[in-house]
């Protein structure tokens, strides 16, 4: 049974209030449903101007997610569950407009599965809404509310396995914005009163890592520094570096795990230099990936990297080279951790197995 507050006071997850949460972990910091718009914070703006995008339809939806206004694979899932309500709105009793929306909204990050299982589970929900005479429109904003309240008692829950891995003064190398189960570890730590160091790779070309998790991190009042993305292996062959902690765009069935391009060579580093590297991913494998070798790697414009914020940096004539994933092996990786526990790699697949703390539909 998904359980969603009914206390608007209360954060998703139902337990911290939403004025204690960092901003990106709030309603309000994802993809809001505001009769009939779709708002969705400009996470590019961050963190010196707060702007949202208001998107009126189904593909202003899948054009946010694809110029990265909204980041994070399980926040990006939430946004495209209300593109598909939008869908809804026109469609009240033929699926054809939103079995189309739902095709053009998967389309907009092949890497990441999470959008998909949202978008399926809304088609199901929508198919049984005009099975069943219901509005439709009001079946995919009631599932995607709910799934966005799952997901945050999860990342939570997530969260606090990590904590055990953990101990007061340790210092956390980050890359990317490792999305809520990373914010829930600060916001379990600093509720349990253990001081953490957090440095985060810049994460080029959107710089994730300097607007986004660090921001998170200095929020809750944690010593936050900032690095370039080559100077994590320096910083763990100097013993200044405790854990390597990321979340998974993918978890294969074999351990292996598909993160933002980067991940692989910290991971290396990590290796060489006996630091445990946590990979942060509350809902458990992909079992539609067996291997890395299955992984669909997402290709972006080489642009992104010869422009920043629309300067370009890059001599003329110079092309830019933009795979946005790397796989990394599942002997790289200390453990998993996810809502149902503490995994090593190799036994990953024993998630679908395991005791869940709710009975999740994602």
Wanted: net charge negative; hydrophobic share 40%; with cysteine.
């Amino acid at each position: 049974m998904i359980v969603t507050s009914k206390d608007e006071s209360l954060g998703l997850d139902g337990f911290y209030k939403e004025s204690e949460l960092p901003l990106l972990i709030q309603r309000k910091g994802m993809a809001v449903w505001n009769d009939g718009v779709v708002e969705i914070l400009d996470r590019r703006k961050l963190p010196h101007l707060q702007e949202y995008i208001n998107c009126h339809n189904t593909e202003e939806v899948a054009i946010a997610i694809e110029e990265m206004v909204i980041q994070g694979a399980f926040s990006i899932s939430i946004a495209a569950g209300y593109g598909l309500a939008l869908s809804a709105q026109n469609s009240i009793t033929s699926m054809d407009g939103i079995c189309n929306a739902a095709l053009r909204l998967k389309k907009t990050r092949p890497t990441g599965l999470a959008l998909s299982r949202v978008l399926d589970l809304c088609m199901i929900k929508a198919k049984n809404a005009i099975k069943n005479n219901l509005s439709v429109l009001n079946e995919i904003i009631k599932t995607t509310d709910a799934i966005a309240s799952d997901l945050a008692m999860q990342a939570r829950k997530t969260a606090q396995f990590a904590l055990t891995k953990l101990n007061s003064g340790d210092t956390l190398l980050t890359h990317c914005f490792p999305d809520r189960s990373y914010v829930y570890l600060l916001m379990e730590a600093k509720y349990n009163n253990i001081m953490l160091n957090v440095i985060c790779s810049e994460t080029r070309p959107y710089l994730q890592g300097t607007k986004l998790s660090s921001w998170c991190a200095s929020e809750l009042g944690f010593n936050t520094y900032v690095i370039s993305d080559g100077m994590g292996g320096a910083l763990m062959k100097q013993n200044k570096i405790n854990a390597f902690i990321t979340a998974a765009d993918t978890v294969c069935m074999d351990g292996s795990i598909a993160n933002k391009v980067g991940t692989y060579q910290y991971a290396l580093a990590a290796n060489s230099n006996n630091v445990p590297y946590y990979v942060l991913r509350q809902s458990g494998p992909d079992m539609e990936y067996n291997n890395g070798d299955s992984v669909v790697i997402e290709e972006r414009s080489g642009d992104d990297l010869l422009f920043i914020e629309g300067d370009r940096i890059a001599p003329e004539g110079v092309q830019g080279l933009y795979p946005c994933f790397d796989i990394t092996p599942p002997e790289l990786v200390s453990a998993i951790i996810t809502d149902r526990g503490i995994f090593e790699p190799a036994k990953i697949s024993t998630y679908k197995t395991s005791k869940a703390f709710l009975d999740s539909q994602i």
